[in-house]
């Protein structure tokens, strides 16, 4: 292995390190100079040559020496480069000394594997790659752990398991004020709903109600035309195939056209693209466009609606409902006056007419044809 301090400047946010690892590549760098280093070779193993081989006790006397440290202290952390992905052992990396008997083993099974049926070569023969794969792994999870720790701590008071609901489990007690205070379009939301909001745009426009009130606040903004392009994407996305070509059609007049009246500003390759695509429309023609608007609010957009009064307002407004504690009998209760939910088709249905109602209220008014209402009238 071979570790360069230089790291080249790609413009973009990297997760810092921790100190310590650091420290052991700024170690590691200077075992590797060819004057002042561990002094290395090649190695021959089976068929395979090995370069950069370094011997254990050449390590640890280098760091003895290096860090002016006891030979005990050298080896730990010699035994710490190994386990950081490093160094990488090239037998037996599950134990790193070697008995006599150990050795004595391995050398026989060496000289037997001419005896060895076709599966057991193979089987033999990927012992070293497995030490790579298991060191591969522990340096993976060195990096990679603190971001499954820090997604946990944020969901953590949002999961049921971990965490009881507010008021009450309505799968535990028959007590269905949790799915009244949570419906999709509830009028004021509940405390840990809106906290949940802040956590990503996805989480925001997952919500219905989320996304009515980010609705509110691109209106302010005069900037709504890249949240309706997102939604008549996901429409034409998940609706049905016979009604695709006028879905195209119309979110092309309306979005893409040269002065449609919500012209949404994409760069030029993804308007080449998305244009093109729409000749033989599909369910994912729109996504490089759907994708190039969604990063637009994710780094622009939410943090401004983050610290707008829209959010404040709505956190203010928020409930906070306590928790309930049910005794067995009033348990007994609830099982008895226990009320069906509404079926999922209804709430659909109810969504469809709301969406009509406000493509309708949103559609240009026809003067003449107001005027011959009047006229009708009189």
């Given at each position: 292995?071979?570790?360069?301090?230089?790291?080249p400047?790609?413009?973009?946010?990297f997760?810092?390190r921790?100190?310590c690892?650091k420290?052991?590549?700024?170690?590691?760098?200077?075992?590797?100079?060819q004057k002042?280093?561990v002094?290395?070779?090649e190695?021959?193993?089976?068929?395979?040559?090995?370069?950069?081989v370094?011997?254990?006790?050449d390590?640890i006397a280098?760091?003895?020496?290096k860090m002016k440290?006891t030979?005990?202290?050298?080896?730990?952390?010699s035994?710490?480069?190994?386990?950081y992905?490093?160094?990488?052992?090239?037998?037996?990396h599950?134990k790193?000394?070697?008995?006599?008997v150990?050795?004595y083993?391995?050398?026989?099974n060496?000289?037997?594997?001419?005896?060895?049926?076709?599966?057991e070569q193979v089987?033999?023969?990927?012992?070293?790659?497995?030490?790579?794969?298991?060191c591969q792994?522990r340096?993976?999870?060195?990096?990679?752990?603190?971001?499954?720790?820090?997604?946990?701590?944020?969901?953590?008071n949002?999961?049921?398991?971990?965490?009881?609901c507010l008021?009450?489990?309505?799968?535990q007690?028959?007590?269905?004020?949790?799915?009244?205070l949570?419906?999709?379009?509830?009028?004021?939301?509940?405390k840990?709903?809106v906290?949940?909001?802040s956590?990503?745009?996805?989480?925001?426009?997952?919500?219905?109600?989320?996304?009515?009130d980010f609705?509110?606040?691109?209106?302010?903004?005069f900037?709504?035309?890249?949240l309706?392009?997102?939604?008549?994407?996901?429409?034409?996305k998940?609706?049905?195939?016979?009604?695709?070509t006028?879905k195209?059609?119309?979110?092309?007049?309306?979005f893409?056209?040269?002065?449609?009246p919500?012209?949404?500003?994409?760069?030029?390759?993804t308007?080449?693209?998305?244009?093109?695509?729409?000749?033989?429309?599909?369910?994912?023609?729109?996504?490089?466009?759907?994708t190039?608007?969604?990063?637009l609010?994710?780094?622009?957009t939410?943090f401004?609606?983050l610290?707008?009064?829209v959010?404040k307002?709505?956190q203010k407004?928020?409930?906070?409902p306590?928790?309930h504690?049910?005794?067995p009998?009033?348990?007994e209760q609830n099982?008895?006056s226990?009320s069906?939910?509404?079926h999922?088709i209804?709430?659909?249905q109810?969504?469809?007419e709301?969406k009509?109602k406000?493509a309708?209220?949103?559609?240009p008014?026809?003067v003449?044809?107001?005027m011959s209402?009047?006229?009708?009238?009189?």
């Amino acid at each position: 292995m071979t570790i360069r301090t230089a790291r080249p400047d790609r413009v973009q946010h990297f997760r810092p390190r921790m100190h310590c690892l650091k420290k052991l590549e700024a170690m590691v760098v200077e075992m590797q100079d060819q004057k002042s280093g561990v002094k290395g070779s090649e190695q021959k193993l089976n068929v395979t040559t090995i370069p950069h081989v370094l011997t254990g006790k050449d390590i640890i006397a280098w760091i003895a020496n290096k860090m002016k440290t006891t030979p005990e202290e050298a080896q730990t952390f010699s035994t710490m480069l190994v386990a950081y992905g490093y160094i990488y052992p090239l037998q037996n990396h599950k134990k790193l000394f070697f008995s006599a008997v150990s050795i004595y083993l391995a050398k026989r099974n060496i000289r037997k594997k001419g005896m060895l049926e076709p599966y057991e070569q193979v089987h033999v023969e990927e012992e070293a790659c497995r030490v790579v794969f298991d060191c591969q792994e522990r340096a993976y999870w060195i990096f990679c752990l603190c971001r499954l720790v820090k997604y946990v701590t944020t969901y953590k008071n949002h999961d049921p398991f971990l965490a009881p609901c507010l008021p009450s489990n309505p799968w535990q007690t028959d007590h269905d004020a949790y799915w009244t205070l949570n419906m999709r379009r509830v009028d004021l939301p509940t405390k840990m709903r809106v906290e949940r909001w802040s956590f990503s745009l996805f989480e925001l426009l997952s919500d219905l109600r989320g996304r009515d009130d980010f609705k509110i606040f691109l209106k302010k903004e005069f900037s709504g035309e890249n949240l309706a392009f997102w939604e008549a994407a996901e429409e034409l996305k998940w609706g049905t195939a016979a009604s695709m070509t006028a879905k195209a059609e119309t979110i092309f007049k309306t979005f893409l056209a040269p002065g449609a009246p919500r012209w949404i500003n994409i760069d030029g390759r993804t308007m080449g693209l998305t244009v093109k695509g729409l000749d033989h429309p599909h369910r994912y023609v729109l996504e490089a466009a759907q994708t190039h608007v969604f990063l637009l609010m994710k780094k622009d957009t939410f943090f401004r609606y983050l610290k707008s009064p829209v959010y404040k307002d709505i956190q203010k407004k928020a409930l906070n409902p306590e928790a309930h504690n049910f005794s067995p009998a009033q348990l007994e209760q609830n099982a008895n006056s226990r009320s069906p939910g509404i079926h999922p088709i209804i709430l659909w249905q109810q969504e469809e007419e709301e969406k009509a109602k406000a493509a309708a209220a949103s559609a240009p008014v026809d003067v003449k044809a107001m005027m011959s209402k009047i006229d009708r009238k009189k």
